[in-house]
Every structure is written in C-alpha cells, then in structure tokens.
C-alpha cells in the first residue's frame, strides 16, 4: 500500500553529525578574501589565524588568561596532544559513554599504559559524576557525539582540584555553556556546531594546564606534531597562529565567516537557543508518536545537539535493518542526508541539531521519518 508522502521538504536536507551543515549564510562567493597561494607564516596568513584565535576566544567567552592554538588532525589531534603531554604526572580517570570516549580510555590504558581508574556507561546515559575524584586527572566528553548523551554541568568538579580536567568538547562547543574556571584543556574541531570544514583542531590551556606543562615531563617522546613546549617552556607562538604544521588558509576563511554569522545571530546564547529550538522540534514529535524515542531517556543530561533516536516499535525484529532503510529512504528521497546511528551506537537516528541547523527544516523532517516508518512497517507486514 502505498504511503503518502508529506506536502514540503526541508530547505536543507543536511543534518549530518560532522561535518555539520554550514551555517546559513554562507556561500563560497564570501570566501574569496582567503590568501590562497601565501604562506601561513607571512604577516597576513598570520592575522587571519591570530582573528580565528581571538574571534573563538570572543565567542565562547574564554578567559584572556587561558591560550588557545590551533592544531592538526581536528579534535582527535587535540585530545590525543593533550593526553600524551599531560598525563602521566598522577593518576587519571578516564569517563566515557559513548565510543569517542572509549578510544580515549584505549589510548590510555593500552597505549599509554597508565595509572588509570576506567569508569564507563551504557550509550543513552553518563557515569555516575559524584564518584570521580578531580584531585586526579580526569578525561571525559562533554557531550557524546555518537550517544547523544552530555554532562549537565560543571558542578562536580572542584574549584580547588589538585588534578586537571581534560574535556573533550567537539559538539558542546558553540551550543552549550562550558564552565571554563572547571575545564583546565578543551577541545573541539571546526566540523561540528559551526559547520566548519574538516582537518582543523582547537586546544584551549588554562593557566592550570600550562604549569603542569612547564613543570611535568612525560616518560614517552613526543612526535613533533605533538610537542608544546621547547626547553621546558611553553611555545607561545602555537597560541599567537604560528601553527605546528600548515594549516588550510580556506579553511580558515571558513571558519572566520562562521564566527561572523555566530556573532550575527547573538553568539553563544544566540547559538544555544537555535539548538534548543531545533531539540525541541524533535521533542514535540517524538512526544506524539510512540514508536519513536530518544535514546537518552533523562532530559537533563540530553544533548541539543547530536539527538539521538532509536524505534521503539515491538513489530521490528531486527532494529538495524530497520533503521538502515529508513535511512535510505530519507537519503534517496533527498528530504535527510546522513542520520543513521553511529556504526558504534545502537541502532536508531542520530539528527544534527546544533545552531547551523533551521528550526523549520527540523520540524519538516518529522513528518518525513513518520512517512518513512510507516511504509518499512507496511513491507514488513507484506513480507510477513
């Protein structure tokens, strides 16, 4: 039987967890101020890196005292720097809920090889953060990129802790508030709340970070891609735009017309509230329609941005079947491109939600995922 489809399509059918939709004034027109051809080390490759350090810092209202570098390898290489130069000086907790994390619990545990305490959840919650003790070093996703699953807040973390508080921050930044006085390094890439392009990542050190870093020598060598220091000193010039290795001078056009457009629609605030909206689109639907539900059953720790859904309907005997040709579905029809569940994840939804996304292409999307589940409901009762 066929299954009528919905009166409109989204604008935009990108609801990708990264890279993200760009945001929605962009156009490669307004990128034509990049120095393409020039070397990121003459005086105006240096001032485009320098206003994307300071534009980041401006928009997330990162502390003047706190550094900021761009790094290779996107929000990975930012952790991963973090971790092997910091680590090791005391014992770590390492909190993970979804498979970002996990990889970093294996890069400690097996790689590493250190004096770790592994504390882990099942995806769609978070550990319980009253048993982690921050006089130690703590590694842990703000938000769960692949769980949809987030920390509440910054709470339970000390503001006299012995310890630093590594976080990897990649699809909180831009959408939610991050308590910087309780974050000593912070991550993220340009790919995800900000649309940006790929390859590109962002360490933010805090004055906490960097003693340890100037006083703290780790046991294993640092390849050169990795290295912050020199001499026991920390290398500034990685903090002013003198990045490690060349950087992408488009990219970072990119990303400066992205900030342009945050600062546009309110920054920060202006960001959370387009994520919030967006989170609530699918809230409403999901609200009325019984066969669908967020993976992340509390409220509290839910993400606005990387939501998360999985079918709830007890017709469907093999979920990753299902949820892979609802995808399809949405993809061949060109109404979603990109929602499957991460390969890692259970099976279900994953909708991009972050500011870059419009509230009304979410809410046009619902109906589509309700057209797509009826008629895979309808094949199955005629295959059975």
């Known amino acids: 039987m066929a299954i009528e489809q919905p009166a409109t399509r989204p604008a935009n059918p990108r609801f990708s967890s990264g890279p993200c939709a760009k945001p929605p004034a ?193 046991a294993w060598p640092l390849p050169k891609i990795f290295r912050l220091t020199k001499g026991g000193k920390l290398i500034d010039g990685i903090f002013e735009g003198a990045t490690i290795n060349t950087p992408s001078m488009l990219a970072v056009e990119d990303y400066l017309l992205a900030l342009d457009w945050a600062r546009s629609v309110g920054g920060l605030e202006g960001l959370r509230e387009r994520a919030y909206a967006n989170l609530a689109a699918v809230q409403s639907f999901v609200a009325e329609n019984d066969w669908l539900a967020f993976l992340v059953d509390d409220p509290a720790i839910r993400s606005n941005t990387s939501v998360c859904l999985k079918f709830t309907d007890e017709r469907i005997t093999d979920g990753a079947a299902f949820a892979k040709a609802i995808v399809k579905r949405l993809d061949t029809e060109g109404v979603a491109y990109d929602i499957g569940a991460y390969r890692d994840a259970p099976a279900g939804l994953r909708i991009w939600c972050g500011g870059t996304v419009e509230a009304a292409d979410v809410a046009t999307l619902m109906p589509w995922i309700k057209w797509a589940f009826e008629a895979e409901i309808d094949a199955l009762s005629e295959a059975a």
Request: glycine share 8%; charged share 25%; aromatic share 8%.
């Open 26 to 218: 962009f156009s490669l027109d307004k990128l034509s101020d990049a120095p393409l051809g020039r070397s990121h080390r003459a005086a105006v490759g240096k001032a485009k890196l320098k206003a994307a350090i300071e534009g980041t810092r401006e928009v997330l209202g990162i502390p003047a005292d706190y550094k900021i570098g761009i790094v290779p390898a996107s929000d990975t290489g930012a952790v991963e720097m973090a971790m092997w130069n910091l680590l090791g000086e005391r014992k770590v907790e390492m909190l993970a809920w979804e498979s970002f994390g996990a990889g970093w619990v294996t890069d400690a545990v097996k790689q590493l090889k250190l004096d770790a305490e592994v504390k882990e959840a099942p995806y769609g919650e978070i550990v319980d953060l009253s048993t982690v003790d921050t006089d130690n070093d703590v590694v842990f996703t703000w938000n769960g990129t692949t769980s949809g699953a987030r920390v509440p807040n910054g709470d339970w973390i000390k503001a006299d802790r012995q310890g630093l508080t590594i976080c990897d921050a990649t699809s909180a930044a831009f959408a939610q508030r991050l308590p910087w006085d309780k974050l000593d390094v912070t991550t993220f890439s340009w790919q995800k709340v900000l649309g940006g392009e790929a390859a590109h990542g962002m360490i933010i050190l805090s004055p906490r970070a960097v003693e340890r870093l100037e006083s703290y020598t780790p």
